[in-house]
Structure formats: C-alpha cells, structure tokens
C-alpha cells in the first residue's frame, strides 16, 4: 500500500492527502515533525522535506506538486484533478498551485523568523514575506472572483491547493485579516473545507521539540 509522511499543520501534505481522498487512493498516513531529529523523512528525501509518497517498490516521490503530477499521470482511473481536455485551463490550475504553494513558503519563513530571539528577528525580511502572502492572497482573490471553483467550474488541483493555503492561514495566522479583505475568498474557503476531503485533513498545530533557527 502507498504510505505518505506527512505532519499534521503542513498545508503541502495537505495538498496530497486531499487528492488521494478525492481519487479514493487507499494510503497509509505517517504522521511526524519533520524538524525534530526523530524525523524518518531524510531517508526517503535528499531535501529533507515532507511531504513523502512511497510506493510498494519503495521508491519515494517528493515536493507536493510533483507528487501530485505523479498521482494524476499513474493513476488515471480515478477524478481526474486537471481538465484533459483544457491545456489552458490545466496550465492555469499549476498556476493558481504555484501562488498557493508560494504563499505558504512565505508563511512558513515568516513562522521561523518569529521564532528567532529578540533582537534577531530581521523586520526587513519579515515584511518581505508579508507582502508576498498578500501579493498571493490578492491574486487568488482576483482568480476566484465569486465563483465556486478556480476552473472550469469543476473541482481540481487548483482547489485543492487554495483550499489547503487557505485552511492554513486560518491554523497557522489566524490575525491575518484576509477574511475581511476578501469577502468571497472567504466564502469559497468555507465551502470548500465542507468537503469530506477536507473535514478528514483539518491542519493542527504539532509541537516541534529541537530547536530550528
Ligand atoms: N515545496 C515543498 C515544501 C515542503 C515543506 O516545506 N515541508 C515542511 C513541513 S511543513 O512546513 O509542510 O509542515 C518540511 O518538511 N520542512 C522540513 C525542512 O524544511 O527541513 C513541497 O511542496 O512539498
């Protein structure tokens, strides 16, 4: 059976567990802090990084996206998460992921910077990374506008990857004031979390034990 190393706050695995669900992929689920020297994940990613896909021949697939690609090429017979037929409308669905991932990379470089000892904490660096959030959170805003789904009206990879940053941002900022700055982003995060897919993934805090930065 195909095992995933996840943790429980990441959005990335998020993404991962979500499709897997959708598609009705029977896994798995290693549930670990990636940050603690208890981790597993350096055996299977060079990167270090979950979340980590590992297949019966215990080859390992790695980086959200391409976990992803590697879900939707070899197992076909399931739902489908980008349109076949819609090169455009693919195309754009791995744009929406790439501001959807790219936030939460910012997020999570803002995460640790906040952890650093006072008077170690770059302001300069931390405002960086708060425009990019919002910079991403006013694209997916402008994208989704007051529809249900980012394309094609269907369920997809898009979804899943804004749903995930979104649902992030409610464990991780819950101060972020996106709701209120984007009313139907807000509301579309709301129905999309009502999915079964979703209400199984809900992102919690884990306690990380070593010291990081
Ligand atoms: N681009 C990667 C990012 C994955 C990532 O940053 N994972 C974190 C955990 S979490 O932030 O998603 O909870 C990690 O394993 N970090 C460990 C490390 O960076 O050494 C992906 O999409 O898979």
Request: some cysteine.
């Amino acid at each position: 059976m195909l095992r995933l190393i996840s943790a429980t706050p990441s959005p990335y695995a998020r993404k991962v567990r979500i499709a897997l669900a959708e598609k009705s992929i029977p896994f798995e689920l290693l549930t670990e802090v990636p940050w603690d020297s208890t981790t597993q994940t350096p055996q299977y990613n060079p990167l270090e990084k979950l979340p980590v896909l590992i297949l019966d021949s215990g080859k390992s697939v790695y980086e959200s996206h391409y976990i992803l690609e590697f879900i939707e090429a070899k197992y076909s017979g399931a739902l489908e998460l980008l349109p076949k037929d819609d090169v455009d409308g693919a195309l754009f669905a791995k744009q929406v992921e790439v501001v959807a991932d790219g936030i939460c990379d910012a997020l999570v470089l803002l995460f640790f910077e906040k952890q650093r000892e006072d008077g170690k904490r770059s302001e300069e660096w931390m405002a960086r990374q708060r425009r990019k959030v919002d910079g991403g959170l006013k694209a997916l805003a402008g994208w989704i506008g007051n529809k249900e789904f980012f394309v094609n009206d269907t369920f997809g990879l898009a979804d899943i990857a804004a749903g995930s940053v979104l649902g992030y941002l409610k464990v991780r900022f819950p101060e972020h004031p996106w709701r209120e700055t984007y009313l139907h982003l807000a509301t579309y995060s709301q129905n999309v979390e009502e999915r079964q897919s979703f209400k199984d993934t809900m992102p919690t805090p884990q306690k990380i034990s070593d010291k990081i930065v």
